[in-house]
């Protein structure tokens, strides 16, 4: 039986990828922060029915002895670095935080893999904020990066690391250039979550307006349980490399508010106010990317189309919001 240890296992991608690596007959391991709301850290494990399957080990990303501790207990074939601060406008108002964890924390899991298991295969969430502001058309393995946040400049870095431990030491360590991917599990503050939590409410008559920031930007929005696929072939790969996991279709943020409230036959301008405490210091205006390489070496499509992601997202809320009043 494989092992694989997780960090940010309490995450969106943490809970799909435990979900599908156990049941590829995977021991998944979680890192685990220690939190004083330790009653919520594992939701969206619970939402997937398989809390009592994750096996969570105590540790930090910040603190290399709680990974190193963590590594030599599972002893794991494969370790996937999802753990980070990863909300973007977060970074501007916490960046030496946010460097602190979604950086140096994927130096010191590098380092710590490289002392106490070099032989395990080794996963890096890297990220389409790393394109920031665009050169390219379309963005693959092979276009410029030029970060716009502090998010993403940390992102960079761990990105580089990863290919620098895989040139300088061997390591199997692989790096996925992923753009966004949502699902009902996406932490509220992120925008599609923000939209369907808000949709959800209005229909439900519990809010009356929804605030949001940028509705111009476009993303490449894929579904989070199609990524997490992507993330474990490339750690079944004979060797290491860098793969971008994208759907090549962008839409707006207006157009994503028009989409879900037409879900539940809403008129979106009747309810979407702009607000610019939710605008960014520098914005990322468009991306939209090419996996024609993940589609060539891995065989990776993603299935779920924005659509149906849109409707489920949706549907989920309007449950939580039904379920608990
Ligand atoms: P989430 O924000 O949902 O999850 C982040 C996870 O990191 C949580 O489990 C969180 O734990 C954990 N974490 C935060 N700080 C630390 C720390 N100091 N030590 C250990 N763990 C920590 O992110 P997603 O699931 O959406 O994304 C997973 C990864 O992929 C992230 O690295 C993200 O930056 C990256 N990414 C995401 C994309 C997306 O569209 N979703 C696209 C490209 C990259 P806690 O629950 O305690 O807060
Ligand atoms: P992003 O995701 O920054 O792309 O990073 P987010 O959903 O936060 O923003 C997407 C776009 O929507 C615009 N926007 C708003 N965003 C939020 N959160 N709230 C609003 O009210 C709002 N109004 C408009 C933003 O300005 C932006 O242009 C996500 C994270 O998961 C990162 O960790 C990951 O690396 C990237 O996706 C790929």
């Known amino acids: ?50 809390q009592g399957d994750v096996q969570l080990i105590d540790g930090n990303l910040t603190d290399m002895s709680s990974l190193i501790r963590a590594l030599q207990e599972v002893k794991p074939d494969e370790v996937y670095n999802l753990g980070a601060q990863s909300f973007v406008k977060a970074s501007w108002n916490q960046p030496l935080l946010t460097g602190g964890v979604t950086a140096l924390g994927a130096g010191n899991l590098l380092e710590a893999v490289r002392l106490i298991c070099p032989q395990a295969r080794f996963y890096q969430a ?3 904020e790393m394109y920031g502001k665009i050169q390219e058309k379309v963005q693959d393995e092979n276009t410029p990066f030029y970060p716009r946040s502090p998010y993403a400049v940390a992102k960079l870095y761990a990105h580089w690391l990863t290919v620098n431990y895989r040139e300088s030491f061997g390591l199997h360590a692989s790096s996925g250039i992923l753009f966004n991917h949502e699902s009902p599990l996406r932490g509220i503050e992120f925008v599609t979550r923000k939209i369907t939590d808000g949709v959800a409410r209005i229909k439900l008559g519990k809010a009356t307006e929804l605030r949001m920031g940028n509705l111009e930007a476009t993303r490449d929005w894929g579904h989070a349980r199609d990524y997490v696929q992507g993330m474990w072939l490339m750690l079944q790969q004979e060797e290491p ?16 508010c028009r989409m879900a409230f037409a879900h539940v036959g809403l008129d979106w301008e009747q309810y979407v106010i702009t607000d610019a405490s939710f605008l960014r210091p520098a914005e990322v205006d468009v991306l939209i990317g090419s996996a024609a390489k993940a589609k060539r070496k891995l065989g990776w499509v993603p299935e779920t189309s924005l659509e149906q992601m ?4 949706v549907e989920a809320d309007l449950k939580r919001h039904t379920d608990r009043p």
Do not use: H, N, P
């Open 1 to 50: 039986m494989k092992r694989a240890l997780i960090t940010g296992v309490t995450g969106q991608d943490g809970a799909y990828l435990s979900q599908f690596l156990l049941g590829r007959g995977y021991e998944v391991y979680g890192l685990l922060r220690r939190s004083a709301s330790s009653d919520v850290v594992a939701e969206r494990l619970r939402w997937l029915g398989i």
């Open 126 to 128: 890297s990220s389409s």
């Open 241 to 256: 490399d860098d793969y971008v996991l994208c759907t090549g279709r962008t839409t707006s943020v207006r157009d994503f």
């Open 310 to 313: 849109v409707a489920e997202m």
